[in-house]
């Protein structure tokens, strides 16, 4: 099968790493890649905002299945273009990846098809003083969320009344979300445990990878920033079988039954992250695409053909009875440029690469100089993922740090305690 891959980042090294594994697979080409991907395929110059161009070379090239790793290209409607075309495709039509484009249509569908979820208010700019009434009155702390992408910081979570207005103004006035703060969700702000879940679908049938916690905040014990993520372990242990089985039924189910009801059938990946609480677990946002650091976390622990899973989801018949998970854990660290989510430089050489021992290294923010020197290229930089065939997320993590500490560039900064969540409250 000839495979073309969409994206660049961790998540598109991670996808590429594991479609290469495939028996099926002819011919993987990543479009644009990274120095990594380079390696398990071949990367082609494409821009891939231009649709056009995608499909042209998917003619050319007879490409028999593109998998589009990131959300813009979604939310533009590539998928669209494609299957227009007749080409096959992982990942969902425009009007279904609004799932994770809108956040206002994803409360309203959640509402509307009973999806536990947060209380909600939704409010366009113009509604400004109605919002400002909201805030004056309602229960705190509250989640403020940008309807539209902004790139993982378009949610601001407030612990008094001054914070919630001053990030209205902010978002309506200030427009530092841009016309993704055209609309805002005003959330109630939920207590629990975060985990990530993917379902892999056809729009009907689907299959749960295994469940994974992601780090999101900058610092250790999650404080500071929010990035779009600095590390992750899987499996998740909050994620016991009564509490997937109650996802799959009270939210997986019913919100693909909902999609294919309006008309917007999903097909791909749907993220779920979830928040555990008291009352169950509870919808914190759906994205249309693989997480990102999750899934260099979970991939690796999933045997069977990913590239068949794929391909037959993409056809609208899910059928991978090989895939399955067999008890495996992995870490996965993300080593950042010290300043990320906020500014900070790039071009600095990624020293001792080839001394890694026993783990995967994924590419998020890495370019080759004219010399062919690995130097950074962007916030999140690589990800260092420890795998093990047992349960062991306490040894997954001593090897990754013990890994990590081997690699070098200026400004190094990573998180120490990725994956303690798992082991301190559930172990
Ligand atoms: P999101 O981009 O929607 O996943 O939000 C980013 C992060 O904000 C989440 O991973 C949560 O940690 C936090 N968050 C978002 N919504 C809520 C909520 N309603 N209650 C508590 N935390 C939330
Ligand atoms: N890890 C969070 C995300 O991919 O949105």
Same mark, same amino acid.
């Given at each position: 099968m000839i495979v073309l891959l969409i994206g660049s980042g961790g998540r598109e090294h991670a996808l590429a790493y594991k479609i290469k594994q495939s028996s099926l697979l002819t011919k993987l080409y990543m479009a644009p890649g990274n120095p990594g991907t380079k390696k398990l395929g071949e990367n082609i110059k494409l821009d891939i905002s231009k649709h056009n161009g995608v499909i042209d070379f998917c003619l050319e090239n007879k490409v028999e299945l593109v998998v589009v790793g990131p959300e813009i290209p979604l939310v533009n409607g590539l998928a669209n273009e494609l299957r227009k075309n007749k080409i096959l495709v992982f990942g969902p039509n425009k009007e279904a990846a609004d799932i994770e484009g809108h956040k206002t249509f994803a409360k309203d569908l959640m509402k509307t098809y009973n999806i536990p979820s947060a209380g909600y208010q939704k409010y366009s700019s113009y509604e400004f003083n109605k919002a400002n009434d909201y805030l004056l009155k309602c229960k705190y702390p509250v989640v403020l969320k940008a309807d539209g992408l902004a790139a993982g910081k378009g949610v601001i979570i407030c612990k008094d009344k001054d914070e919630a207005i001053k990030s209205l103004n902010e978002i #309506?006035?200030?427009?530092? #979300?841009?016309?993704?703060?055209?609309k805002l969700v005003i959330e109630e702000f939920m207590y629990g445990e975060e985990a990530s879940i993917f379902a892999i679908t056809d729009g009907t049938d689907f299959i749960c990878l295994p469940s994974a916690q992601d780090h999101k905040r900058i610092g250790d014990n999650d404080t500071g920033k929010n990035t779009g993520g600095m590390g992750a372990y899987s499996p998740a242990p909050m994620v016991t079988d009564e509490i997937l089985s109650q996802v799959r039924t009270t939210i997986i189910e019913p919100v693909l039954k909902a999609l294919r009801e309006e008309n917007r059938t999903f097909v791909g990946c749907l993220y779920c992250g979830l928040m555990l609480t008291e009352e169950g677990p509870k919808v914190v946002e759906f994205n249309c695409r693989f997480g990102d650091p999750e899934t260099q976390a979970v991939l690796p622990l999933i045997e069977g053909d990913f590239l068949n899973l794929l391909y037959t989801a993409a056809k609208g018949k899910l059928d991978a009875p090989d895939i399955k998970y067999s008890g495996g854990s992995s870490v996965c660290v993300i080593a950042a440029s010290k300043g990320y989510p906020d500014e900070y430089k790039i071009g600095y050489e990624i020293k001792a690469?080839?001394?890694?021992?026993?783990v995967l290294c994924f590419f998020s923010g890495v370019k080759e100089d004219s010399s062919g020197k690995l130097i950074t290229s962007g916030g999140r930089v690589l990800c260092i993922t420890a795998v093990l065939k047992e349960l062991n997320i306490k040894e997954a993590k001593d090897i990754a740090y013990k890994e990590l500490s081997k690699i070098s560039f200026e400004n190094i900064y990573y998180r120490k305690?990725?994956?303690d969540k798992a082991y301190i409250n559930f172990y």
């Open positions: #309506f006035i200030e427009k530092i #979300f841009g016309d993704a703060g055209n690469l080839d001394e890694l021992k026993d305690d990725i994956s």
